[in-house]
């Protein structure tokens, strides 16, 4: 009998102590989140109104692996990792899809998606993803007390309305940082680069390619929009680009610059995916571009709007290109949510 | 009597003139100066991506990027002769129409003229020396091509002449210590009497194409790399600023 109620009194005991414990998860004292911005990278611009935390980071984490982000809306079935895969440098292979990667993006200042239909911070496009894309019902999130507890600890609310959850997904998409490839390296000066990647580095940043201009080193993107003569008039509003947003005919054929860190792995190109492959595009810069009012000044080199590259030029383009691609990013446990 | 007169007014005029001679070399504190940029074609307000304007040349051309450094900035009094204020601005004719930046730290003294660079020194034209932003690493002149900044990015497109059908792209960037631009220019720089003064310049694009050499683009529509030619629109870059007013 005694047994009896010792044991009642421990397993009362430890009710109250785990119910304490429950609470205390509740509290409400973000960590500041150190992000490690690799040498040679600018400042990543800060949004005051969003400081990064570990527990937003965290909870941006299970957000945007989170099938529930789409239930019952355009997208359902999906969560933001659907497209966006960690081994593809968070975008996406499947055949008819070409997705911006979700890579160094904290530093995006301009223009968002491939026709540039979205400005503003990070917080701006993550809140057209929540509440346009996803069209989110933060009712389905509430459900999950675990939520309940993860909105509270980053931002000291229960209340989970599109703001947090855009908030949690921009601290995560800006700890996606790479800057770790054989190109990063090298700069650094710890490994060496082949001849034939030396001789297609040479190519990328001189007027030979003048691949810098737009894909500017060391994010390989300046987030803007250029014509780059993949159309001479293009007929179908998915090719018109900016103009498809603006009206501004001087708009027509305008996209957004990719980044080309991973390039290697975010196939297939183009915002329509036109290329396969790396030699396609390559081959489309050597002898594909097409003349338009619209065409960006930039791409007038030495006279002519083709780069005529040698095969071997090509190849040691395509081999620079490759050292673009950084393992430790694509592998890094830290951005998949079961590494809790 | 008189003597004392005579003695009297002599003091008064010694101590007048000694007192100005204190307000001019005594200089207490510092002023600022904003310079406010704008920017035309002969005249007429440039409208970016309009492809209407002729330059000297005959082409027919639009202005579709303008983006450029003015340092090194350098103001002339006649007691003192020149003073640095060694400082840079990044410019963008699209981003900002008309361009405000503030030069703190200048000596109060009355100023005649104002030099600087268009581009960045030698002191500054290496790639560790700006602060690491995206705007600055944009401009970055690659390593193997001279390393640095780019000092001007003046893009757009063009047809060689009116009747011209075909239109092409151009880009005049410069870079490398070689192409460097001095302006020079008069200007009343009065900062004796007020602590901000306001010094609006018009860039006329034109310049660029015109004096001394009257640039084709049809000749040449992509010069980085090119130092004769970048040489060429550096000397013609001495022109392009003129002072509008001064307030």
């Not at chain 1, 609470?23 to 949004?47: C, D, H, R, V, W």
């Not at chain 2, 003695?7 to 003139?17: E, K, R, Y």
């Not at chain 2, 003046?154 to 239109?167: N, Q, V, Y």
Request: hydrophobic share 35%.
């Amino acid at each position: 009998m005694v047994r009896m109620s010792l044991l009642w009194l421990v397993l009362i005991s430890l009710f109250l102590v785990s119910c304490k414990k429950d609470k205390l998860a509740y509290t409400y004292s973000p960590t500041p989140y150190n992000l490690e911005i690799p040498e040679g990278f600018p400042q990543m611009p800060m949004n005051p109104d969003n400081p990064i935390t570990k527990e937003g980071v965290e909870l941006g984490k299970k957000l945007y692996y989170d099938v529930r982000l789409s239930d019952g809306g355009p997208q359902a079935g999906n969560s933001c990792a659907t497209c966006h895969i960690q081994s593809k440098s968070f975008a996406d292979n499947s055949p008819g899809v070409s997705v911006l990667p979700h890579v160094n993006l904290g530093w995006g200042t301009k223009h968002w998606l491939w026709n540039g239909s979205k400005q503003g911070t990070l917080e701006d496009i993550m809140m057209f993803e929540v509440e346009e894309f996803f069209q989110v019902d933060v009712s389905r999130l509430k459900e999950d007390t675990s939520y309940k507890r993860m909105f509270y600890e980053a931002f000291g609310t229960e209340e989970i309305t599109s703001k947090e959850v855009a908030y949690a997904l921009a601290q995560f998409v800006r700890t996606l940082i790479s800057g770790n490839s054989k190109y990063d390296k090298y700069k650094r000066g710890e490994i060496n680069l082949t001849e034939s990647e030396k001789r297609g580095m040479a190519i990328f940043f001189s007027e030979r390619g003048d691949c810098f201009h737009c894909h500017v080193p060391p994010l390989f993107t300046d987030f803007d929009m250029h014509n780059i003569g993949l159309d001479s008039m293009p007929s179908d509003p998915e090719d018109w680009g900016l103009f498809a947003v603006t009206g501004d005919s001087a708009d027509i054929g305008k996209f957004r610059t990719p980044t080309l860190r991973n390039v290697a792995v975010t196939g297939p190109y183009m915002h329509d995916g036109r290329f396969k492959t790396l030699d396609e595009v390559i081959d489309f810069y050597s002898e594909g571009v097409k003349n338009s009012p619209t065409l960006d000044p930039i791409m007038n080199h030495n006279g002519g709007i083709h780069l005529n590259l040698t095969p071997q030029e090509k190849e040691d383009l395509k081999a620079f290109l490759l050292t673009l691609t950084d393992e430790s990013f694509l592998n890094d446990p830290k951005h998949r949510p079961q590494a809790n | 009597m008189r003597i004392m007169k005579n003695l009297l007014l002599t003091l008064v005029l010694l101590m007048f003139f000694g007192s100005c001679k204190k307000n001019q070399t005594d200089f207490k504190g510092q002023g600022s100066i904003a310079l406010k940029v704008r920017y035309a074609i002969d005249g007429e307000g440039l409208q970016m991506g309009q492809l209407k304007y002729v330059n000297e040349a005959g082409n027919v051309y639009s202005v579709t990027r303008l983006q450029y450094y003015i340092s090194h900035i350098a103001l002339f009094d006649r007691e003192y002769g020149w003073t640095l204020i060694d400082t840079f601005y990044l410019f963008d004719a699209d981003k900002y129409p008309i361009q405000r930046v503030v030069i703190g730290n200048v000596p109060l003294r009355y100023y005649d003229s104002i030099k600087f660079y268009i581009g960045l020194p030698p002191s500054l034209n290496h790639h560790d020396s700006l602060p690491n932003t995206i705007e600055h690493q944009e401009m970055i002149w690659p390593e193997m091509m001279g390393g640095g900044f780019h000092f001007l990015k003046l893009e757009g497109k063009f047809k060689e002449t009116d009747t011209s059908s075909t239109i092409s792209g151009y880009a005049m960037h410069l870079g490398t210590n070689v192409a460097l631009v001095t302006v020079s220019l008069p200007a009343q720089i009065d900062l004796t009497e007020q602590l901000l003064v306001e010094v609006s310049l018009e860039m006329n694009v034109n310049e660029w194409f015109r004096n001394p050499h009257t640039y084709n683009l049809a000749e040449k529509s992509y010069i980085m790399g090119d130092t004769l030619r970048m040489q060429i629109i550096a000397r013609n870059g001495q022109d392009v600023f003129t002072v509008v007013s001064v307030n």
